[in-house]
Each structure stands twice: as structure tokens, then as C-alpha cells.
Nanobody
Framework: QVQLVESGGGLVQAGGSLRLSCAAS????????MGWYRQAPGKQRELVAS???????NYADSVKGRFTISRDNAKITVYLQMNSLKPEDTGVYFC????????WGQGTQVTVTS
């Protein structure tokens, strides 16, 4: 069973940066597309960035040019570098598969102040 543990969130001023990490257990991780999801207060969870096992990357329009997703299959970890943060980026960030859904982790809180 794959377990996902997100970390790296925090409180940051607008314009700042954070780097999120998602450590996964389970060898099947290396073969699956993984994504970072964001759940803003009062809103549904949305996919903001994804990366396939082959390295194909997609971003939501709201984060294009500011966020960078990457993965290290050897470390079974997915990263999300977030730059030029805006207050609307505030939310709990989760990682999970894109086409295969695993049990959701606790997520990591990102709060951006203006």
C-alpha cells in the first residue's frame, strides 16, 4: 500500500517561495503519474501540477510560470517549487497519483499573506 507524506508548507509573504516535498512508500510510485493538489478554504481540491514517470509535466493556468514540479524516482519523492506566491495560493497541498488514486496523506498547509 502506498503511503504519502507531504511536508514543506508554512507561512510566507506574497512574493515569497516554498518548496514542498512528498515522500511516498511503495515501488509502484515510479511507474505512475503524480500530482500536487491544492484545497483552498471552502473550495474543492484541484490539481495544480502533474508529472508522468517519463517526465511530461502539466500545470494549472493559475500556477504556470511560478510553480515547478519534479520527481526523484530513486528517492520516491515528488517536489513542488513554488515561487512568486500569491495569497490565492493559500491552502492545503496534497500529492497523489493522477490516474491512480492512493490514500490521501495529511497534506501540508501553505499560507500566503499579502
Amino acid at each position: 500500500q502506498v503511503q504519502l507524506v507531504e511536508s514543506g508548507g508554512g507561512l510566507v509573504q506574497a512574493g515569497g517561495s516554498l518548496r514542498l516535498s512528498c515522500a511516498a512508500s511503495g515501488s509502484i510510485f515510479a511507474f505512475n503519474a503524480m500530482g500536487w493538489y491544492r484545497q483552498a478554504p471552502g473550495k474543492q481540491r484541484e490539481l495544480v501540477a502533474s508529472i508522468t514517470s517519463g517526465g511530461t509535466i502539466n500545470y494549472a493556468d493559475s500556477v504556470k510560470g511560478r510553480f515547478t514540479i519534479s520527481r526523484d524516482n530513486a528517492k520516491i519523492t515528488v517536489y513542488l517549487q513554488m515561487n512568486s506566491l500569491k495569497p490565492e495560493d493559500t491552502g492545503v497541498y496534497f500529492c497523489n497519483g493522477v490516474y491512480v488514486s492512493y490514500a490521501w496523506g495529511q497534506g501540508t498547509q501553505v499560507t500566503v499573506t499579502s
